[in-house]
């Protein structure tokens, strides 16, 4: 199954929210490098349940995310273990490995932009775990803030292009331009998320949209969850819900 992840931007959306640390200096130009020690390591383990046609498509998964060079780059490495469960057969192992870059050439105190790319392998141990081929994703981020910083609105728009693989399975072509809303109420926040999507290999709009709710357990660890639903032509699941646990360090 060609699953698309509703949770790609979730760790970026937290940190970018929480931990963005301001240290321009006056008079400095706002695109020079190394003005803002912006990201810091991070570890997000979350478990997403999805409902399907044909079944359950679990995902447990380990994100780590380190700064390099002057911090503003950081790499991104996804495992997923992946358990599916249908009429006839139940599942569990490895899924597609993910690894990525992402780099903020611009930020100040209520906005941003930032860059994203992101390699997924054809690594899963069984097909139904994964989509059978490499997979090279860029991506692009605006982020500003509303109501005295009290509201977080961050767009993006990826791209998913299959360069390699098994020649048996569906070539993956999907773009996706996904709007999210945050909203800060002292130590929790709520968010609202919606993706619209259009696979254009099978000429689908395989769509979704979440409503999320998280808190800020210690200064360095928040969790969260998210019920979503999907909707569109050619969606590749029913509802899901998603919960997870953010620490930063």
Not at 169 to 195: C, H, P, S
């Amino acid at each position: 199954m060609n699953k698309l992840q509703l949770f790609y931007l979730l760790s970026f959306l937290i940190t970018f929210s929480i931990k963005a640390q301001d240290t321009l200096e006056p008079g400095k130009n706002p695109y020079t490098e190394a003005r803002y020690h912006y990201y810091l390591k991070t570890i997000l383990l979350f478990n997403e349940y999805l409902d399907t046609d044909s079944g359950s498509y679990n995902t447990t998964q380990l994100r780590f995310l380190h700064p390099i060079a002057n911090k503003a780059w950081n790499l991104r490495v996804d495992l997923p273990l992946i358990s599916t469960n249908t009429s006839s057969v139940n599942k569990t192992g490895i899924g597609d490995i993910g690894l990525g870059i992402s780099y903020i050439p611009y930020l100040d105190r209520s906005k941003g932009i930032a860059f994203r790319v992101r390699v997924i392998s054809n690594s899963a141990v069984d097909p139904a775990f994964g989509t059978g081929k490499w997979i090279f994703a860029p991506a692009l981020f605006y982020g500003t803030y509303f109501i005295n910083k009290k509201m977080l609105w961050i767009a993006s728009l990826e791209n998913q292009l299959s360069f390699a693989g098994s020649q048996n399975r569906q070539d993956i072509n999907t773009t996706a331009f996904e709007n999210y809303l945050m909203y800060f109420i002292g130590k929790n926040w709520i968010a609202a998320d919606v993706a619209f999507r259009y696979n254009a290999t099978n000429k689908g709009y395989p769509n979704n949209a979440f409503i999320e709710f998280g808190r800020k357990i210690t200064p360095n660890d928040m969790a969260y969850i998210h019920p979503s639903i999907a909707f569109g032509n050619q969606k590749t699941y029913n509802f899901g819900i998603e919960a997870g646990l953010l620490i930063l360090f």
